[in-house]
């Protein structure tokens, strides 16, 4: 866990989300599933103006009310609740009224007319011997509001259908002109500033404009459990907020640098000047960009000025981008360490030794025979796996630990920072893609062991947070490295699909099988990490 003291900036406490729920409601239109939504008054205090779904927040009678619902069996007192909640604001809103009567005849727009929307809901319907129809009601996802903002809510996204024979009636005091939209309509509409919606409603709209029809939705979501569940986190972009859910790139970084959710972190890729992570931790991105290597070479420098700094990957060997090194570390460079030997990562370590006046040691492992010739690379001090590198100053202690990690290369090696729980991987973990296992050099099967080695490593020494060669931090590092192990088997079941549909196939063939997915005109780049599955499988007899 990130050592308090090392965050940048004064930690506050965000609010209290409140409990609330809200209800899409779904019906069949002639060209796919459509959603009622309405508009919020201009004056809400909450999301002004703004498209949403009806819904509010959770009161107290809505958990008395259980004996006044029907339930399904599987359907939580939890669930229950927040279903009730859902109907009352869905009537107080919009007049749409899930209820059956007492004959277990749906209601309709005469039971409606009958009931006051400015009167106590729940006694109304008792006296009428009105049903709630929350067994009707399900959950499609869960969103806690960002932690930025001073008003938040923890709110299920509920789904149901539309009752038939009742039309919308907005309240004209909360909710404006009740519209059904298809969500790819929505999303287009508000791509074109004429449909304003917040986050949560349009990544919602997003999911459900893959849905055919709203059985298909229903279907989904009988499991009782929420399809996702999301506390966004907010950065700035280009001088804008810029917000990201626990599965998008820049998530794990803005989890890093402002945890508890204010909007402080430019996002923007710059090689210019370091963008400091931690007060101990610093990012400097090398200008390389391109298909391999994204928004360039990571350089992390690692440290403060009262015990030095180490640097991990000096990058490439760019003139200018090592002289932005030495820069930003005053020159007070103690240790230089290369995670591997490809041309993108260890071929500034020299001219970096140079230019300080004491020479640091370059720590790595020695380029294998199998490496390519612009791969080549000897360290002045073999990194053994295990072994710690040590910065010591008044600020406190900075303790790497390395980690072996053949595959994407045969001397690579991963660095673990102790006291923080941060793992710098090189090339063998990358954010929003997965690396390139280029045989004789790589070799799929160790890739595998290593990737359970980082595994193991996360669960002894606490890591949450992944810092990539190329990419932002990733969070949730113990998952992230699961669901690349599970991505890769995936991909080598298919590739072995592709070798038993096509005997004797060459690797042009195989890959457009196994790669499907990908463009093609990245085929050349997949094919050879698809030459790594194919010898991994042919060795362990997979096929």
Known sequence: MVRANQLLHPQREPAVPRPAATVLLLRDGPEGVEVLMTRRSSTASFAPGAYVFPGGGIDAADAEAHALAARRVTQSGLLLTQAIA???????????LLARRANGAPADAGDVAALDRHQPFFAQCRERGLKLAADEVFVLAHWVTDRDLPRRFDVPFLVARMPAGQSPQADEAEQFEPVWVRPAAALERHQQGQFFMIFPTIRTLERLKRFGTVQQVLAACAGEKPLWTSCPRAGLVRG????????????????????DGQLLHHLDWRNDQPVALLRNVMRLTAPNPGVMTGPGTNT??????????????????EPEHIDRIWRAT?????????????????PGARPLQARCSHAPPIYGVPSAPTARPASVFNPDRLLAHGERLVLEGPAGTHTLLAIHTPGHAANHVCLVLLEDGLLFSGDHVLNGSTTVVDPPDGDMTAYLDSLDALA????????EFILPAHGYVLGFARQAIGQLKAHRLHREAKIAAAMRAKPGGSLEEWVELAYDDVPPRM?????????????RIQALNLA
């Open 456 to 463: 193991a490593a996360c669960d002894a020494h606490g890591i």
């Open 300 to 317: 992390y420098i690692v440290g403060d000025p009262g015990g030095g700094f180490l640097v991990i990957d000096p990058g490439p060997n």
């Open 86 to 96: 859902a109907i009352r604001e869905s009537f107080e809103e919009l007049g749409i």
């Open 330 to 346: 005053g020159g007070n460079i103690r240790m230089i360490a290369c995670t591997h030997s490809h041309p993108d990562h260890s």
């Open 523 to 535: 085929w050349p780049v997949a094919q050879r990490s698809l030459l790594a599955h194919v010898q």
């Open 240 to 259: 804008g907020e810029a917000r990201f859910m626990e599965h998008e790139m820049a998530f794990g970084e803005l989890a890093l640098v402002c945890p």
